[in-house]
């Protein structure tokens, strides 16, 4: 089984050379890769361009960050690379479990997307599928979720059939995050069921909070400052996602409710910001 494994990436080259060798070591499944390189200036050009492996690398200028850079590899893959049975959207900072892709592959399906979950270098969830629980609060769940059909995931790891990857695209709107949410959402609409394999398939921290808009210690202008950079939740962002997936109502009160909370200096870390 050959599967084209798809990343964008900046300036971790040893994070993303170590991912890549990892996959590697399956042997009853090879991976080929559609890369962005976003404007890296630490070797990771050169680094991808030594691989053994078959590398489709597309260059930025360090504007795209994810899911821009992911919008233009999945566009470029469903052109040059329509003949995949499998395509995988992948974080290039996970420390993959050797062999585990082996293992997953009796579990493939044509016509569900499978999520391999994430765990901290502590054991504990990470990334896996999400399931939306009242309005937009959701629960993200990990390996022991045998029997959930979720709405959404994180994409660090989810394979995806290639009818349902050439439906669906990544919506080139948001800057830097939100799009799985939203490409997964698209997914399980259309009918599609997304499931998760019942082992962690690799290794990577979860977001620290800690110096984000989240961060409840910092000032509450620093932090009004970060929410509207691009790795933060900018308000554009967060209102097209909340308007296209939760309608107009919801996108007026929910797009506000971050700002009240961090004024009125209220917890703001809970699932659907």
Not at 55 to 67: A, E, K, S, T
Not at 148 to 177: E, L
Request: proline content about 4%; glycine content about 10%; some cysteine.
């Amino acid at each position: 089984m050959r599967i084209l494994a798809i990343f964008t990436c900046y300036n971790r080259r040893e994070l993303t050379e170590r991912s890549m060798k990892l996959l590697g070591e399956n042997k009853d499944v090879t991976f080929d890769y559609v890369v962005v390189n976003d404007g890296s200036t630490d070797g990771t050009a050169e680094m991808l361009a030594a691989q053994p492996y078959q590398v489709d690398v597309l260059n930025g200028d360090g504007g795209l960050f994810w899911n821009r850079g992911m919008h233009m590899a999945i566009e470029h893959a469903k052109k040059k690379y329509p003949d995949y049975e499998y395509y995988m959207l992948m974080n290039d900072d996970t420390k993959f479990v050797p062999g585990i892709f082996d293992e997953m592959l009796p579990q493939l399906r044509k016509d569900t997307v499978l999520i391999g979950a994430i765990c901290g270098e502590n054991g504990e969830l990470s990334y896996g599928g999400i399931k939306y629980v009242k309005g937009i609060k959701y629960k993200k769940y990990g390996p022991e979720a045998q029997d959930v059909h979720f709405d959404t995931f994180n994409a660090n790891c989810a394979i995806i059939p290639h009818d349902i990857f050439m439906q669906v695209g990544i919506d080139p709107y948001y800057q830097h995050s939100i799009g799985d949410f939203d490409y997964g959402l698209q997914i399980s609409r259309k009918g599609y069921d997304i499931r998760i394999y019942q082992k962690y398939v690799g290794e990577c921290n979860d977001t620290n909070l800690a110096k984000t808009w989240q961060d409840e210690t910092l000032p509450r202008i620093e932090r009004i400052r970060l929410k509207e950079s691009r790795k933060g939740l900018p308000f554009g962002d967060w209102f097209h996602f909340l308007h296209k997936n939760f309608g107009l109502g919801t996108a007026i009160v929910r797009s506000i409710t971050p700002y009240v909370r961090i004024i009125l200096g209220t917890k703001t870390r809970y699932s659907g910001a």
